[in-house]
């Protein structure tokens, strides 16, 4: 079952406790460490996005319409909205020969604060690119135009386009697809509820994709090395994703999922984690993240000296001044039993 991995604290007392799970796998599928229960079933959420991105290149899309890493990578993306962001969002929409308003994401403000209050300063309208999830729709969407799938109701799991999709997940987890337990994600796409394990083994896959078969192994290393070489695609300015493969400078590729979902992949070491906080914190799966690699010793001082901030995250009040701090708890327990 979940332990407590986090406390917060305000002043001298914890306020409150935020418990989860915790697995570190190897791309032979060994549990090296872990904390609470590996086989924790939830959903992947958008962490499942570069997965379901490796369609763009394995289909033949990528090459066919020309995307570049950029585009690539915001495809895999839980974006800020920031106003790069939206340039390249707009240049694959070109490529495609369509308008935004073929995305079944829905419209919201930007995530990134700034970016939102620009456009309300300017009375500039949000559309659907400015949807954190628009990247992975518009990838979702080329695969249709190159393959010949019908637009319509791509979003279902029906859709030629999700089985796609299905297929890769499983190729990947180790799950078979009959088994991947589905719902609805807010974007309305297909969310995909699988063991914590096999999120993490995706990811020690993902690190290795010279032990995959050809497609794939191609797919993968342009895939990561578009990821991590645009680090500010995949979430945006002052965001842990980019914060974090910008300290990693190619050493660390990771991704956020809603609720307190978060997955890494090591590409040096073959390994794979993810993360899940119960309560569904994002914030603490971030600070969780953070102290795992910490733990593991796989950072430079100088690289966690820049993740400073998400290793003890400071509680302030109104002013900015510090009145209390989360506070990792966990000890990370070596595994090596298979």
């Not at 578009?226 to 990771?254: W, Y």
């Not at 690289?303 to 990792?328: I, W």
Request: aromatic content about 8%; charged content about 20%; some cysteine.
């Amino acid at each position: 079952m979940s332990e407590e991995l986090l406390h917060v604290f305000r002043g001298a007392m914890v306020e409150n406790i935020h418990r989860g799970d915790i697995v570190v796998v190897d791309y032979k599928g060994k549990i090296t460490a872990g904390v609470g229960d590996a086989g924790k079933l939830t959903y992947f959420r958008s962490a499942a996005k570069p997965f379901l991105a490796l369609n763009v290149i394995v289909s033949g899309a990528a090459e066919h319409f020309g995307f570049t890493d950029r585009e690539l990578a915001v495809m895999c993306a839980s974006h800020r909205g920031e106003e790069y962001h939206v340039e390249v969002l707009e240049s694959i929409v070109r490529k495609v020969g369509l308008s935004p308003e073929v995305l079944h994401c829905g419209i919201t403000e930007p995530f990134s604060r700034p970016a939102a209050i620009k456009m309300y300063r300017d009375n500039q309208p949000f559309t659907p690119l400015h949807c954190n999830c628009s990247g992975k729709h518009l990838g979702m969407i080329a695969v249709c135009q190159y393959k010949g799938y019908p637009l319509e109701n791509y979003y279902t799991i029906g859709h030629p386009v999700q089985q796609d999709g299905l297929t890769i997940l499983e190729h990947f987890t180790g799950v078979d697809k009959q088994d991947i337990i589905i719902g609805i994600d807010g974007c309305t796409v297909p969310v995909h509820g699988i063991p914590l394990y096999n999120m993490a083994l995706a990811y020690a896959r993902l690190a290795n994709p010279g032990l995959l078969d050809s497609e794939y192994g191609a797919a993968v290393r342009r895939l990561a090395n578009a990821i991590m070489t645009n680090p500010d695609m995949l979430s945006g300015q002052k965001a842990f994703c980019t914060d974090l493969m910008t300290a990693g400078s190619g050493d660390v590729l990771g991704k956020v999922g809603a609720d307190g979902v978060y997955c890494i992949s090591l590409p040096k070491e073959g390994l794979g984690i993810a993360v899940k906080i119960e309560d569904g914190d994002t914030r603490s799966g971030h600070i969780v993240a953070a102290n795992t690699l910490k733990q593991m010793g796989l950072l430079s001082s100088q690289q966690l000296a820049s993740l400073a901030k998400y290793l003890q995250t400071p509680v302030v009040d109104n002013y900015k001044n510090e009145v209390g701090k989360f506070k990792a708890i966990f000890d990370l327990q070596p595994k090596p039993e298979a």
